[in-house]
């Protein structure tokens, strides 16, 4: 089976702070790194590390084609990336003294995927294949109504949230994964239980991974409520430890591991990305997670 990954390819320019730059601060950063990441070609890079057969379908800049050979070299499929008269997305990433980062995004390219585009990308799918989707990209409404027509299973990441956006399409979507700020807000409460309760209790049909920080993941079908801690490691750069979760989740699915193995897997896998700078470049492969994972 095959995972299409409509998702944002950016180019992160990283910077080591203090802490985050304040109104009408100027502050001199330490450390610079120019790397490939957005959401999309990072959990598209975690998909690949993890051992899945990964499409990405997204657009870049026709001056930045050096990104399609980096991915392919990471294991991904780039036949559906288009490569456009645009500037390639980008992402200015702030990390702080202690591993959180502020982020500021331009689409750019991003959001230049078109109907034609995705309806002739899943023409082609079979029906046992998955679709991942992030807020990163547009067409968001054509992706999921034409995956849905495939008998396809949704899979939809709804970051940055917005909340009307993802509303909307709760009823197409098979799994959704959200952090709990993500859940809170989706919900409308202030605490994770409380959106928890509510999500559920309004779309009893849907799965949900919640994230939780250092208090580890949730996974949420119907009645059933599965939750396992994370791995407590010295954070360096969270940056792409959300997208390694997920990445290594939907390995774990589509290879039918048990939930408790698929969460134990996706939390080890973001454990090892955090303790290295960096984004897609911080994704550990398969065999590193297999191997934390038997010293745990």
Known sequence: MTIFNFGSINIDHVYSVDHFVRPGETMTSDHYQK?????????????AKAGCDVVH????????????AELEAKGVNTEQIATLDLATGHA?????????NAIVLFAGANHALNA?????????????????????????DTIISTAKAHGLTVVYNPA??????????????DLLIVNEVEAMDLAGVD????????LVGQHPNLQILMTLGAEGVRYLNGQEITQVPAFKVKAVDTTAAGDTFIGYALAGFTSHLSVEN????????????VTREGAST???GHEEVSQFLKEK
């Open 35 to 47: 790397i490939l990441g957005g959401k999309g070609a990072n959990q598209s890079v975690a998909l």
């Open 57 to 68: 379908v997204g657009a870049i800049s026709k001056q930045d084609t050096h990104l399609l």
């Open 92 to 100: 200015i990433i702030q990390v702080n003294k202690e591993a959180e």
């Open 116 to 140: 034609p585009q995705i309806k002739q990308v899943l023409a082609n799918a079979d029906k046992n294949d998955w679709v991942l989707l992030q807020n990163e990209t547009n067409e968001i």
């Open 160 to 173: 940055p949230m917005d909340k009307s956006l993802v509303e909307k399409h709760l009823a197409d979507i």
């Open 191 to 198: 605490n994770v239980d409380a959106a928890q309760a509510s």
């Open 262 to 273: 698929v969460l134990k897997q996706a939390c080890a896998a973001s454990a090892i990305c």
């Open 282 to 284: 911080a994704i550990p």
